[in-house]
């Protein structure tokens, strides 16, 4: 099982970024996928979320209005768009598979994502 995320960067308050989490070695359509972030000296927090049956999705109350997760199976990929960026959004990225009827996921490497001025 592989997921690797891709798309941080350093960008500027109000900027937008695209984050992408390609999987392989599993069966991405039957996995909710999930990103959380990670800012220094706080702790893992649930940014989006979508399923993989009905492909329901919830955000984060922080971010909500803000960010659009959405995945393709095709592709085997999950995105996290992210528009009107603010500084509290820096953090570590992380996109996480979680199987069906279980509460284990498989996680990526994460990504660094920095808004500043």
């Known amino acids: 099982v592989q997921l690797v995320e891709s798309g941080g960067g350093l960008v500027q308050p109000g900027e937008s970024l695209r984050l992408s989490c390609a999987g392989s070695?599993?069966?991405?359509?039957?996995?909710?996928m999930t990103w959380y972030r990670q800012a220094p000296g706080k702790e893992r927090e649930l940014v989006a979320t979508?399923?993989?049956?009905?492909?329901?999705?919830d955000y984060a109350d922080s971010v909500r209005g803000r960010f659009t997760i959405s995945r393709d199976n095709a592709k085997n990929t999950v995105y996290l768009q992210m528009n009107s960026l603010k500084p509290e959004d820096t953090a570590v990225y992380y996109c996480?598979?979680?199987?069906?009827?279980?509460?284990?996921?498989?996680w990526g490497q994460g990504t660094q994502v920095t808004v500043s001025s």
């Open positions: 070695g599993f069966t991405f359509s039957n996995h909710r």
């Open positions: 979508i399923s993989h049956f009905d492909f329901t999705i």
């Open positions: 996480a598979a979680r199987p069906p009827y279980t509460n284990n996921d498989y």
